[in-house]
């Protein structure tokens, strides 16, 4: 970020001006952004990306007894957001070429329990959406390194993360949900902000 230290600086201080901290319009304009650039009807600007997936997962009612399938190889935060609202992560192996869940092992996985599967789009290269979409689950796309990639954010929901550490980050934690169906985004939005509108 060395070349734009004074602009982020100018951007410091306005929003120090202002006051607002939480949200505001630069997270408003950021969100449009986002959703223009990735092509997605709106994405919802949350506090991580571990979050964005626990939001994902509640919207969905996905918990207790729910099964969701995701890949053995990933950051842990893929496994610990469903963990966290009480379903069991099922762990599908992956392709040895592309690093990203094989949908013909995805497919020996599943079971009536299974709400979900939750491919990631690790380091960047996109998993096979195409085909996981075909077994008949709705799929929950970790694009937390995958900000920009081709063919990433079609399915009805994805997530992203800032961190640092991402090819698109920021100077601290952020993450962000992108959605393609109306009524998931306006749960979402609600649960992110303690069921407000």
Known sequence: YAPLI???RERFDAVLGSGTFIRGAN???????AAAYLGVKRT???ANGTDALVLVLDAMGIGPGDEVICPAFTFYATAEAIARRGATPV???????TLNLDPEDVGARITDRTRAIM???LFGRPAAVGELSGLGRTLIEDAA???GSPGIAQSPVST???YPTKNLFCLG???LVVVNDEDLGERIRMLAFHGSR
């Not at 997270?27 to 952004?33: D, L």
């Not at 762990?91 to 070429?97: N, R, T, V, W, Y």
């Open 145 to 147: 390194q995958a900000f």
């Open 173 to 175: 934690d952020g993450g």
């Open 91 to 97: 762990f599908g192996d992956i392709d040895p070429a």
């Open 6 to 8: 004074e602009e982020l």
């Open 44 to 46: 919802i600007g949350v």
């Open 160 to 162: 992203f993360s800032f």
């Open 27 to 33: 997270v408003q304009a950021f969100e449009e952004e």
């Open 119 to 121: 491919p990631v789009h």
